[in-house]
């Protein structure tokens, strides 16, 4: 009975002496627990990039593309028939010739006969004016030692047969000119300075009057002709001497030319609304890279100066054509008033913008007035 009692009394003790115990861990526990912490929900702002922009006079830039075309284009004929007796090396397409430069002959033996006799006949009429010449002065003074009275005939006085002998005289001169044009002609050469563009003969070819031989393309000029729209052509300055123009290949802008305005159409194309702008390029295959006919190029052209606008990139500009500006960290938008544009900027003019704005360089389309935003300036390079 003792042992029993013992086991239960000292488990009644060790419950006992556990309670003070979970008291004090259950305290110590709750002293040491983590502070409650409170999140609050904070709203992350978009970024815009920005440039600052201050209006001005700014020039308005007109921008075309057209092609490279020589000023003067000239097929060259047959004059005469015959067969081609030599060619020059030079007279290959592609290739520049100088004025003066003998392109082919053709064979001129027969030319050369034919100018031998025009000679002959003119020597001959020549000699029968003379004699005839001479035979009139002596009726002329046979007839004043007669003293026949009345007025003598033109037959008398051998006028019919002195006419006959002029018309003859003057018709053997020209056919010695025509036919030194023929022999000339026999040889053919380049009018002007030019490139070759075409040769439809070679050494042997038969060549006849009106035949094709080739194309010539003059190098001493070039033009480029452009389209402009009414408000492009009203943005040109009133004279167009001083007005520069620069040229540039669309493929890479480091290939540069410089030209000047020849003319501007005085008339308008019925069709597209636009008239035609001719911009001049001085020896454009001696530049320090040739620009060569039938390239496509870009023509820029400063026009006319216009106060109080602004100058922005294209990408500035909405497909509505409204701006976005910062202000204060809001966003504001305004539709803009376009007055010149070309691939990369856009002119615009102040209306009732601030002189000085703070421009979104890519809007974004779900942009509402008076949002804000953190607004960071672009950077630039140098």
Partial sequence: ???????????????????????????????????TVSVKNEI?????????????????????YGEVVSSETLSIQGQVSGRVVWKSQQFKVGK?????????????????????????????AHLALLLEQRKHKRAKDNWKKSEISGKPTKLALREPQLEIAKSQYLAASKAVKNAETNLANTKVYAPFDAVVTARNVTNGSYVSQASAIGELKA??????????????WQQLPNSLDSLHVTISSPNNSQYQWSGRVSDLALVIDQSTRTRTLTVVIDSPLSQETPLLFGSFVNVR???????D???????????????WFEKESQLFKYKANTLFKNANQVGIARGQLDPQISLVKKPLSHYVDGMKVIATEEKTDG
């Fill in 96 to 124: 520049r010739v100088k004025k003066g430069t003998l392109l082919l002959r053709i064979e001129d033996s027969d030319y050369q006969a034919t100018l031998a006799n025009a000679n002959k006949t003119l020597a001959d």
């Fill in 1 to 35: 009975m003792k042992k029993p009692m013992m086991k239960k009394l000292s488990a009644s003790f060790l419950a006992i002496l556990s309670i003070p115990t979970a008291v004090i861990y259950t305290n110590y526990a709750i002293s040491n627990q983590p502070e």
């Fill in 219 to 232: 190098s001493k000029t070039a033009e480029i002709k452009i389209a402009l729209s009414e408000r492009e």
């Fill in 44 to 64: 992350m702002l978009p970024g815009v990039t920005i440039e600052h922009l201050t209006s001005g006079v700014n020039n308005s830039i007109i921008e075309g």
């Fill in 309 to 323: 606008s602004y100058v922005i990139s294209s990408s500035s500009l909405t497909a509505d054509g409204y701006i």
């Fill in 301 to 307: 052209l400063k026009g006319k100066a216009i106060p």
